[in-house]
């Protein structure tokens, strides 16, 4: 029987971009506000490429998006002249202003009136490669507990995620469904580690990987209780 099912965040529950960009919008202005000078001159194509050769310079950050903003943050404060010390917490409010908008999310339509459904015969919880916090959402009373790739150092597809998920449900592979719109990072990953997953996507080629695919969350209740049966 089914106990536990597993959630993909961004653009699973939600569409991140606006998020993005308000959180973005929100660190760039608080350092407009405070050390202009660190953003000053600097198009998207100059950002874009210096985070890159960050993830070259520490590619183990690249499991830690949180870490890897601050740091980003750090190199352009230091680059302008801040220094050390006043950099490395200057960055830390950069990017505390950065997260407050991070979780105002825009919730696909049916997330919530789904979440409530499920949430009354099984264990829900949120496995993100993101920064997304769902406590921070208005999706929070519905999640027993969620778990990001920084917490375990390594994103989906790789198990750790999942393996973590059933360690702290007590559950196993045959007791659990992943939901998500990425496939390769939550159909393969679940997958993987045996375990049932649906795919939420807009393509019309089926997957040889998932146990269903669903165009719209509000097909999700039925497709469970599908998958139950076959239990």
Known sequence: ?????????????????PALIKAEQAQNV???????????????????????DLIKQQPNLIHHISRFRQIFLEQLLLDAGVPPNE?????MQ??????????DVELFKHAESVLEELNQDYTLAAL?????????TPLAAFFSFALKAEDVGAAKPAPDLF?????????SPEHIVHVGDSHDHD????????IRSVWLTSEQQPSTLASSTIQC?????????????EN
């Open 87 to 91: 950099a490395c917490e200057a960055a």
């Open 187 to 194: 159909i393969v990953g679940a997958h993987g580690v045996g």
């Open 128 to 136: 993100t490669n993101g920064n997304a916090d769902v406590s921070q």
């Open 163 to 171: 393996l973590a998920a059933m360690a702290q449900a007590n559950s």
């Open 217 to 229: 969350l509000s097909e999700l209740p039925n497709i469970i209780r599908s998958l139950q049966s």
């Open 30 to 52: 608080w350092l407009q506000q405070h050390y202009p000078r660190a953003i000053e001159n600097r198009d998207s194509h100059d950002l874009n490429q210096r985070k890159k």
């Open 94 to 103: 950069a990017f505390g202003a950065f997260i407050a908008r991070r979780n």
């Open 1 to 17: 029987m089914i106990n536990l099912i597993t959630f993909d965040l961004d653009d699973t529950l939600w569409d991140v971009r």
